[in-house]
């Protein structure tokens, strides 16, 4: 078959050219078309004007122009610390660093702040909580140990013996007390009783330390240790009779006496 060969279109593909044609020649005798007007775009309102001069002036800062600054970080407050409340309920400042000469000072200084309050006349001896309101166990440990070397300094033989049962009168005799008063629903702590009843052995210390000296006049020796008998029921009375119901008063103080002529009469015996 040869490119100049034709081939006759069938008759309705002819008729769809035709008609085509004619569409594309009215389209152009009638113009182009009317595109419909846009809707014009609607009036802007107006905006009503707010005034704040009737609620004061406002605290709120305006807003910043950029969006890109950032606002100041502020710092949270500092929390207080209770290491340095010596006087307060927090803890007692760390002493585990402190020269050994602060921390000996420190306690021979409170051994004779409780002495003062609890042995010599002043205003503080009918409170109970302000008298031993910080008590210890060393005033008391030191005026035992030193009654019982002083009667064994005095006793002429078995010096050993001597101090090994002072030693445990006084420190037993401590502990029955003690609880002889918490027994009879005594107001008071354990130790703080203990530290009381071992402070209160002051007045025998010294009229020990004066038998000592003055072994060979007996009359001496019963003055001293009828004097230092007074002594320290007088400043253990207010104190274990504040300790327990008044009703029950007879109870607590009658041993506390019994064991402090135990001891005078010790000092007195020993020669």
């Known amino acids: 078959m040869l490119h100049d060969d034709t081939i006759p279109l069938h008759e309705s593909s002819q008729s769809d ?6 569409l594309i020649r009215a389209s152009i005798q009638s113009g182009p078309s009317t595109v419909p007007a846009a809707k014009p ?14 609620y004061g002036p406002s605290s709120i800062p305006p807003p910043s122009k950029s969006s890109n600054q950032k ?12 290491s340095n409340n010596a006087g307060g309920f927090g803890s007692r ?34 409170d109970l909580g302000m008298a031993l309101r910080d008590w210890d166990l060393w005033g008391p440990f030191f005026f035992i140990v030193f009654l019982g070397l002083v009667l064994s300094w005095s006793a002429s033989v078995k010096k050993s013996d001597v101090f090994a049962v002072a030693f445990a009168l006084l420190a037993a005799g401590a502990v029955i007390l003690t609880s002889n008063v918490l027994l009879l629903g005594g107001r008071i702590i354990f130790f703080q009783s203990l530290s009381l009843l071992g402070y209160c052995l002051f007045p025998l210390d010294v009229g020990a330390l ?11 020796k019963i003055i001293v240790v009828t004097i230092t008998l007074i002594w320290s029921s007088w400043a253990a009375y ?23 002529v135990s001891v005078g009469f010790l000092i007195i015996a020993i020669n």
């Open 17 to 22: 050219i035709d008609e085509i044609e004619n």
């Open 41 to 54: 775009p609607s009036p802007t309102r107006a905006s009503i004007p707010i005034s704040l001069s009737h």
């Open 71 to 82: 606002s100041p970080l502020i710092a949270p407050p500092p929390i207080p610390s209770l």
């Open 93 to 126: 400042p760390n002493t585990l660093t402190e020269p050994v000469y602060d921390t000996v000072k420190r306690d021979l200084m409170r051994i004779v702040n409780n002495l003062k309050q609890v042995v010599f006349p002043n205003p503080f001896r009918e």
């Open 210 to 220: 004066i038998c000592m000296l003055n072994y060979r006049n007996a009359m001496v």
């Open 238 to 260: 207010p104190f274990m009779s504040a300790a327990v119901n008044p009703s029950r008063k007879a109870l607590a103080l009658y041993p506390l006496f019994l064991m402090y």
